[in-house]
């Protein structure tokens, strides 16, 4: 990927961090849909996104977007029940998308507590494909929000999955070894057909693998699923907090 279709923020604090990346989605969004009168976008899971979620939900950013306009989709997913605790989607409700004027059928869970996951998955696919705006022959969201995980996962592409070689599924079930769980996620066709995809990764416990991420040399990117994020025609949104990027060679 070249670096010019990658933007790389280094914001002080996490709460900067978030702030930076509430700003950069609202103003995406607003551009998007002036333009298009819709917006597609898939949200990330984990905590780092609950202050960015909890300022999109804020008064200003709230109204400033046509929620109305916007569809949701989800990144990745676990193994439970859409109102558990760890779910990606019940967290996402319940910092977010309870606060906004979205339509319940504008927004589209993953049923990664389905009996049957591929059949889950490959019905999740299909939404994808019925809904978003195809290019050539991928559907392609305008904006992918990713975290990434201390191991280098993003999404729910760990190191050494299958789902990371995939080049026809757009979404995968699979067991997640180092978790001993079942986990539901786009996969890089999907991710890479975007238009925009916004990395948001912040805290000390990330500095090791945002070095390597940002390192020169392709060993130290080897087995890091997060490197494999690379837009094929859309722009890269980095964005750290100094505690992320301390071990970093930030030019
Ligand atoms: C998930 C996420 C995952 C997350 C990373 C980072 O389901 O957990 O989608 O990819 O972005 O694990 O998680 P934190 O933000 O909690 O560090």
């Not at 916007?70 to 109102?83: A, I, K, Y």
């Not at 996402?92 to 319940?104: K, M, S």
């Not at 979404?171 to 180092?178: E, G, I, K, L, T």
Request: charged share 20%; hydrophobic share 45%.
């Amino acid at each position: 990927m070249t670096q010019a279709n990658r933007k790389l923020v280094v914001e002080k604090t996490v709460e900067d961090a978030a702030a930076f990346a509430a700003v950069a989605m609202e103003s995406l969004l607003c551009e998007t849909i002036s333009k298009r009168a819709a917006a597609y976008v898939a949200l990330a899971g984990g905590t780092t996104p609950h202050m960015l979620y909890q300022r999109l939900a804020g008064a200003v950013l709230s109204s400033a977007v046509p929620w109305q306009n916007v569809e949701v989709f989800f990144g990745d997913e676990r193994n439970v029940p859409l109102d558990d605790v760890e779910s990606n989607y019940g967290m996402t409700q319940r910092t977010l998308l309870d606060h906004l004027p979205i339509a319940p059928s504008h927004v589209h869970p993953m049923r990664a507590d389905a009996g049957d996951l591929e059949a889950a998955a490959a019905e999740y696919e299909q939404t994808i494909r019925g809904i978003v705006p195809v290019v050539g022959d991928l559907p392609q969201f305008d904006l992918i929000l990713l975290g990434m995980g201390a191991d280098g996962h993003t999404a729910s592409l760990f190191p050494g999955a299958p789902a990371l070689r995939e080049k026809q599924k757009l979404v995968m079930a699979y067991h997640v070894p180092v978790l001993g769980r079942q986990r539901m996620t786009f996969t890089l066709p999907l991710i890479n057909a975007a238009r925009n995809v916004m990395l948001l990764v912040t805290g000390e416990d990330k500095a090791d693998t945002v070095a390597r991420l940002l390192s020169d040399k392709e060993t130290d990117q080897r087995d890091l699923p997060v490197s494999s994020v690379r837009p094929k025609d859309g722009m890269l949104y980095l964005i750290l907090d100094a505690a992320a990027a301390r071990k970093a060679c930030v030019k």
